[in-house]
């Protein structure tokens, strides 16, 4: 009686995560346009841990910017002033942007096996080395 539930579990994992592989659309990321006038924003977010396979929505001052999966990321041009970033699991951060300079904002867990989202500021050397081997999404302009 196990062997067949078994079988039937590992059938439905596969065709779940057949599924998720097609939702999510990457492409060759281009480079952010120069300009002085204006910040740009990276959202990134990190693998493996509990509830990654699915989507995480990302707001900028309330309006979706995109939904990246683990080992997703994207940037966008905001105007310089006060922004507050939020996801689709509540979690709101606010910051400021200056024209001309690039933000990197982390989402992942404050603890292994955890599911509370946390955003998290990254220095520029830093965050440009994790997001070398993830994928791009784009963002909505």
């Not at 079988?7 to 939702?23: D, E, H, M």
Request: aromatic share 12%; glycine share 12%.
């Amino acid at each position: 009686m196990k062997k067949p539930l078994l079988v039937l579990g590992f059938l439905f994992s596969t065709l779940l995560s057949g599924c998720y592989a097609k939702g999510l659309t990457h492409i060759q990321a281009p480079s952010p346009p120069e300009n002085s006038s204006m910040g740009t924003m990276y959202f990134y977010r990190e693998p493996g841990y509990y509830g990654s396979w699915v989507p995480l929505s990302i707001t900028l001052d309330g309006k979706k910017v995109v939904s990246i999966g683990q080992d997703g990321y994207t940037w966008t041009q905001v105007s310089p002033g006060p922004h507050k970033i939020g996801t689709s699991w509540g979690v709101e951060l606010n910051t400021m942007v200056t024209g001309g300079k690039q933000y990197f904002r982390l989402h992942t867990y404050p603890v292994a096996g955890g599911n509370q989202v946390v955003i998290k500021r990254v220095p520029e050397s830093e965050a440009l080395e994790q997001i070398r081997e993830y994928k791009y999404v784009p963002a909505r302009q």
